[in-house]
């Protein structure tokens, strides 16, 4: 069947976008991506958007799609156009700098600004084996979905309060935060803790939960982020 495609269009340089629909050939098994693939091949060379492993790794191609943000490489596109015309927007609370290719530059900061690596006074070889012991059950699984972020932004597009609160540095930012806060190898932690505490840090989350549904990994930044709650909490009392 030919799926009718309404997606967003915006040159470099303009203040304000339209929307464009394309009407493709939609064979079962095929992706959004694979939708983007026919319309700059067959119809439209200009159209823009990004992609790269087309294996759901990478985190490229996320859009959203019907108004919630997804990994296009994911997303099958006929049971979509079977229901009726697909809405493909740009992500949100990230500036776009031509159709479906939004400006990362204000997610990075926010990254760089939580300083996402572990920080040590000297090294030390004979802990390699023992650090785990000192997590909990619970961190250590969240440790483990925190380090399957793929960076794909879907969380921080969907963040209402990063909407809000542009200075809120977002789910994902707050996931790497989380990875090294509770980590007893790190000589960083009251740094940590200071930018979690920060009105724009985790603190400022509002727990909508919208970050946990639009994940493609599972790696739930509100349960991340209400472990850090928790921790400032115990700290104030």
């Avoid at 967003?8 to 339209?18: A, H, K, L, N």
Wanted: aromatic residues 8%; positive net charge; hydrophobic residues 35%.
């Amino acid at each position: 069947m030919k799926g009718r495609y309404d997606i967003y269009r915006q040159r470099p340089g303009e203040t304000r976008g339209s929307r464009q629909t394309f009407e493709i050939e939609t064979p079962a098994g095929a992706t959004l991506l694979e939708i983007f693939h026919a319309i700059q091949a067959d119809v439209d060379p200009s159209f823009a958007y990004r992609y790269s492993c087309r294996g759901a790794i990478c985190g490229s191609c996320a859009v959203r799609i019907n108004g919630v943000a997804g990994l296009a490489c994911k997303t099958q596109a006929l049971p979509l156009a079977e229901k009726g015309v697909v809405v493909v927007d740009p992500l949100t609370n990230l500036p776009t700098i031509k159709d479906l290719v939004a400006d990362f530059t204000a997610f990075w900061e926010a990254y760089d600004k939580v300083r996402p690596h572990l920080e040590r006074q000297h090294e030390q070889h004979d802990d390699r084996l023992t650090w785990r012991d000192k997590l909990s059950a619970k961190h250590l699984d969240q440790l483990s979905r925190a380090v399957d972020c793929i960076k794909c932004a879907a969380c921080l597009s969907d963040c209402p309060k990063r909407k809000l609160m542009p200075e809120y540095i977002g789910p994902q930012a707050c996931v790497q935060l989380y990875k090294f806060y509770f980590d007893p190898r790190d000589a960083a932690h009251d740094f940590r803790v200071a930018e979690a505490a920060a009105p724009g840090g985790a603190v400022a989350c509002d727990s909508y939960t919208n970050c946990v549904k639009v994940c493609p990994k599972d790696v739930r930044p509100l349960r991340a982020i209400n472990f850090i709650k928790q921790d400032l909490a115990s700290r104030s009392k």
